[in-house]
């Protein structure tokens, strides 16, 4: 069976310190990845995806980058990190069949607290 | 207009009561459908798949209407653990990117 493992479960870094959250999929192979973020009380918004090693998708302008060394490790990042980058952090995995019916799988999250 | 909306809630209903979210969609050649359920402070998790002729799971049943553009979810005999916040998320077809709402907060009191 699939597994997702996301870590560390929460950390708490001063402004402008440098960043890294691992996830890595086991069970399947070729996996759509995924990186959410979610603000205190508020919805999930998708950071970066990757459909393969070396391709990365942004969503949206921000503080944080994404790499993908290996099928199934998806690397969240940033160099110096802002307060506005707190929040729960979601991996998450998918099929890479292109079904658009596929289910989205998460990772246990990383609560980031940027003081 | 946000492409995927719910009512936030919270909606406070009493043990055994049944409840109904609905959530709207606004990009018609959106294809797949499913609601997910996240408690506090931890990772969203798939509560069920929504197709085209609606389907049941136990006391959880959704449904679509692709003619008004939304899906539902219906709890019956609400239980205490049934509290959590419940994301509606819809995926357009040949698209990589999953939609999710803000989320419905359902309370079950006692």
């Known amino acids: 069976s699939q597994t997702i493992h996301q870590w560390p479960a929460t950390l708490v870094q001063p402004v402008g310190s440098p960043l890294s959250l691992e996830c890595t999929v086991e069970g399947t192979s070729n996996p759509n990845l995924y990186w959410y973020r979610q603000a205190a009380g508020r919805g999930l918004q998708l950071l970066f995806y990757?459909?393969?090693?070396?391709?990365i998708s942004s969503e949206v302008p921000q503080n944080l980058s994404a790499s993908r060394p290996q099928d199934r490790q998806f690397i969240l990042s940033s160099k110096k990190l802002l307060l506005s980058d707190s929040g729960f952090y979601l991996c998450?995995?998918?099929?890479?069949?292109?079904?658009?019916?596929?289910?989205?799988?998460f990772g246990s999250g990383t609560q980031l607290s940027v003081l | 207009r946000k492409e995927v909306e719910q009512d936030p809630g919270p909606f406070n209903v009493p043990e055994g009561a049944t409840v109904a979210f609905n959530c709207t969609y606004s990009?018609?050649?959106?294809?797949?459908f499913f609601w997910y359920r996240q408690d506090c402070r931890k990772e969203p998790k798939l509560l069920m798949s929504?197709?085209?002729s609606g389907n049941e799971d136990g006391r959880f049943t959704a449904q679509l209407n692709r003619a008004s553009q939304y899906i539902s979810l219906l709890i019956r005999d609400s239980k205490l653990s049934d509290s959590a916040t419940y994301l509606c998320?819809?995926?357009?077809?040949?698209?990589?990117?999953?939609?999710f709402g803000s989320g419905t907060r359902l309370l079950v009191r006692p």
């Open positions: 990009n018609s050649a959106s294809q797949s």
């Open positions: 990757s459909v393969g090693i070396g391709q």
């Open positions: 998320v819809v995926n357009r077809n040949y698209s990589y990117k999953l939609i």
């Open positions: 929504v197709y085209s």
């Open positions: 998450a995995w998918r099929s890479g069949t292109g079904v658009s019916n596929e289910k989205l799988f």
